[in-house]
Nanobody
Framework: QVQLIESGGGLVQADDSLKLSCVVS????????MGWFRQAPGKEREFVAA???????HYADSVKGRFTISRENAKNTVFLQMYSLKPEDTAVYYC??????????????????????WGQGTQVTVSS
């Protein structure tokens, strides 16, 4: 029923830009906190960015200032605009949704276990 489909990954050079998209279906999109996580080979899945129900954004320190998360509710889509990409950004990037009803509509969790719905991921590879 619920589907999250990522797109936009690819192979780029360091300092290049890339924009990821995640289209969500089967849910009331604007009631979800949406997040982006990534997982590099041999490493745990890590938080990248999240956007609250009200559009308040949260970022990992490693990407703050370089990545921008946004959502377009009319299209049921969340984006991750990535600038100044580095080789260490290489990973599979996953879109995730959290339907918990937080009283604070600016809140978004950084814990991947909080998120109930996940996409299949899109590969981002950054060469030096």
């Amino acid at each position: 029923q619920v589907q999250l489909i990522e797109s936009g990954g690819g192979l780029v050079q360091a300092d290049d830009s890339l924009k990821l998209s995640c289209v969500v279906s089967g849910v009331t999109f604007n009631s979800y906190v949406m997040g982006w996580f990534r997982q590099a080979p041999g490493k745990e899945r890590e938080f990248v960015a999240a956007i609250s129900r009200s559009g308040f954004t949260h970022y990992a320190d490693s990407v703050k200032g370089r990545f921008t998360i946004s959502r377009e509710n009319a299209k049921n889509t969340v984006f991750l605009q990535m600038y100044s990409l580095k080789p260490e950004d290489t990973a599979v990037y996953y879109c995730a949704g959290d339907h918990r009803s937080y009283s604070d509509d600016t809140y978004a969790s950084r814990n991947p276990y909080v998120y109930n719905y996940w996409g299949q991921g899109t590969q981002v590879t950054v060469s030096s």
